[in-house]
């Protein structure tokens, strides 16, 4: 199957903050999701972006899949946007592979 | 804004034990999945369910488990006998092709003690 990789594993911001969240993908994918996990532990999908670029109020995602890479950009971060940020990716069949996240905390 | 569901929220259940799991996927949707999660870790990939059989399954998912779509609407995920490593938050899914963006419910967490 495919290998996922998140960097960083960790990052913390001062509120108000941009960031960039980066996931490299070992094989082409048909599909590509980004979630937050919020700290009661739901999943809130993101971005279904298996390819080009999109937008959401201060979320972005790219997603160059020539490359295998995918971006989540949070601009002016917000306490609540803490939380763990995952990356997951299909490639044929019908399971997502997920990373290992990136652990988000924004201090006010 | 239609959403995936998922009861019980927390499940505590002895080793041994048999649990149900149980989902309300979206109603359109054709695909149906099981993922978990053990606490600190990445989401990992269960089992996926369409036209009423299981299209692909994981290495986890061994003779414990099994998956049913009882009825119109419900899906459920069955583990037989409980084993303390089964402890994980177990998140159900739906898409309305494979392929295509899956929703997740809210999740239950299940404890095995």
């Known amino acids: 199957g495919i290998q996922v990789e998140q960097s960083p594993p960790d990052l913390i911001l001062q509120e108000g903050a941009n960031s960039t969240l980066r996931c490299n993908f070992s094989?082409?994918?048909?599909?590509l999701q980004w979630f937050h996990q919020n700290p009661w532990g739901q999943l809130i999908n993101l971005f279904y972006?298996?390819?080009g670029t999109k937008q959401n109020g201060r979320l972005s995602a790219t997603t160059v899949a020539t490359e295998r890479y995918s971006l989540l950009y949070i601009s002016s971060s917000q306490t609540t946007d803490s939380g763990v940020y995952f990356c997951?990716?299909?490639?044929?069949?019908?399971?997502?592979?997920f990373g290992e996240g990136t652990q988000l905390t924004v201090n006010p | 804004e239609p959403e995936v569901t998922q009861t019980p929220s927390h499940q505590v259940t002895q080793m041994g034990q048999e649990v149900i799991l149980r989902c309300v996927p979206i109603?359109?949707?054709?695909?149906f999945y099981w993922y978990r999660q053990i606490l600190g870790q990445k989401v990992e990939f269960l089992v996926s369910?369409?036209?009423?059989?299981?299209?692909?399954k994981s290495e986890i998912f061994d003779d414990q488990f099994s998956v049913e779509r009882p009825d119109g609407s419900n899906f459920t995920l069955k583990i037989r006998s409980t084993k303390l490593e089964d402890s994980a938050m177990y998140f159900c899914?739906?898409?309305?092709?494979?392929?295509?963006?899956?929703?997740f419910g809210q999740g239950t967490r299940l404890t095995v003690v």
């Open positions: 899914a739906s898409g309305v092709y494979g392929n295509t963006e899956a929703f």
């Open positions: 094989d082409s994918v048909n599909n």
């Open positions: 972006i298996p390819s």
């Open positions: 997951a990716g299909e490639t044929s069949g019908s399971r997502l592979t």
């Open positions: 109603s359109n949707h054709l695909y």
């Open positions: 369910f369409y036209n009423n059989e299981i299209s692909e």
